[in-house]
């Protein structure tokens, strides 16, 4: 399995690379619009040395930020220089081969508890913060990507902070979830908010039906969902040798459904067929429903079943997938209907929609007539009802990162703006950052931001306006 996955690297975006730098000045192709003045940054993992085993989903995270100001274009990358990454700087070789594992003649007292701080990124509250699942959240500091530390909120807040904290557009509230919250591989969740100015003003856990992989969750005006899909986890078997996570479709689909202000013993639990999902698009309340758009995998990608095979390929791939919840039925299961039959990932809104009804979306998709199957690149555009408003197709063997929407100003409509994505030329072996105008993505990119280098496919991103 590492051979296969070493090849896929070798013929794809994934292989890390080996330097961090500075361009001030990019060469840019059409122009840059000048409503952009910001910085979009990227996260993603990019092992600082090579790790016999270890998942892709492991590597040290690697920042990506490219400037863009009255036209212009500059970029800086830099690892963060967790406790895990400066072990290893010193030592000069890899010291942990992923989920905490050790690798032999690693030095007493060496750890990776701190994580590797490489999935996402998110401003709030005037705080930069580099997110993996498993660990704290890390604080950044803007322009020189420097690491500041931890970020626990003055001890408000302990364990495991998920990637993908939901902000809440009117009130500027950020709300919060953690798997794993009792110990590694267990079902304890924890969740909570942290207001506008920064103060944690929730902190709460519960249990799951079973311990599962929770990568986002669903927040809506009123509501928060959870959904403990079977990726599972299990300690006995990581203490076996075996996945410590897998795909165990026989435990089933579950969503709990909780009101915002309630309490978790008021969490109502709703089921369905089996399925994975990483990635949430948005959700809302209409009457007595609640409605959640996300790309569903039929079966996991990625993790393999308890035994070590592998899922079903034609089966682990994402669409764009509808789930209902009827809240005043007399009934505990959710309904499944996908939208689209093309394969897609990365969901992303206009975030000032953030937890209500959407007009607006975009997916990064793969091209169906490519032999690289699962490749992500192109953009898909989608309305409410997730039709279909506009597609675009890059040149064959090309792939495109998560689209990140930057609106006009802030009093522009809903979907009025730009979307940004890092696309990797595979016959030039380098990247550009594209800039797509929002609502018209069949266009093509009204400007490209050339790089001299590869940015490795990598999770997520946003963009922070220039203050």
Not at 124 to 138: F, R
Not at 285 to 299: P, Y
Not at 338 to 360: K, V, W
Not at 430 to 448: C, H, I, K, T, W
Request: net charge negative; with cysteine.
């Amino acid at each position: 399995m590492l051979e296969q996955a070493t090849t896929e690297m070798a013929r794809t975006n994934l292989a890390p690379i080996p330097m961090e730098c500075d361009a001030p000045h990019l060469k840019v192709t059409g122009e840059i619009p000048r409503e952009l003045n910001g910085t979009l940054y990227r996260n993603g993992p990019n092992p600082q040395f090579d790790a016999p085993g270890a998942h892709w989903f492991v590597g040290d995270g690697m920042l990506h930020a490219f400037h863009l100001e009255n036209g212009r274009a500059s970029y800086r990358n830099r690892w963060v220089r967790t406790p895990k990454w400066l072990a290893e700087h010193d030592a000069g070789r890899a010291l942990f081969g992923g989920f905490g594992r050790k690798l032999p003649g690693a030095p007493a007292g060496t750890t990776d508890d701190g994580g590797v701080a490489n999935t996402s990124i998110i401003f709030h509250a005037g705080k930069l913060l580099a997110l993996e699942e498993g660990h704290l959240p890390t604080e950044i500091e803007p322009g020189t990507l420097n690491r500041l530390g931890y970020c626990d909120y003055k001890g408000a807040i302990k364990g495991p902070f998920t990637a993908h904290p939901k902000i809440d557009p009117v009130t500027g509230e950020m709300a919060f979830f953690g798997y794993n919250a009792a110990g590694p591989l267990t079902p304890a969740l924890s969740f909570g908010s942290v207001n506008a100015s920064g103060i944690v003003t929730r902190f709460d856990r519960f249990e799951a039906p079973y311990a599962s992989m929770v990568h986002d969750f669903i927040v809506t005006e009123n509501h928060l969902l959870f959904p403990i899909l079977p990726i599972t986890g299990s300690m006995d078997r990581a203490m076996r040798g075996k996945p410590p996570y897998a795909w165990e479709p026989d435990k089933g689909a579950y969503v709990g459904v909780m009101k915002r202000n309630s309490s978790p013993k008021d969490i109502v639990w709703f089921r369905a067929e089996s399925c994975y999902v990483f990635h949430v698009m948005n959700a809302w309340e209409e009457n007595n429903r609640i409605i959640a758009d996300v790309m569903q995998f039929e079966e996991a990608p990625l993790f393999p079943h308890p035994d070590g095979s592998k899922t079903d390929p034609q089966k682990s791939r994402a669409r764009y997938c509808r789930w209902t919840f009827d809240l005043a039925g007399n009934t505990d299961r959710f309904t499944q209907t996908y939208l689209d039959e093309l394969t897609g990932e990365f969901p992303r809104i206009d975030d000032r929609r953030t937890g209500q009804a959407n007009s607006h979306g975009w997916y990064a998709c793969a091209n169906p007539d490519l032999p690289m199957f699962g490749a992500l690149s192109g953009i898909v555009h989608v309305n409410g009802e997730g039709k279909r408003l506009g597609h675009y197709l890059l040149p064959a063997g090309d792939t495109i990162s998560e689209p990140v929407f930057v609106e006009r100003g802030p009093d522009a409509a809903e979907g009025d703006g730009w979307l940004l994505a890092a696309v990797w030329r595979a016959q030039e072996n380098r990247s550009d950052l594209a800039v797509f105008n929002a609502q018209d993505v069949e266009r093509g990119p009204v400007a490209l931001v050339h790089l001299g280098h590869r940015v490795p496919d990598g999770f997520h991103g946003n963009w922070v306006g220039a203050a």
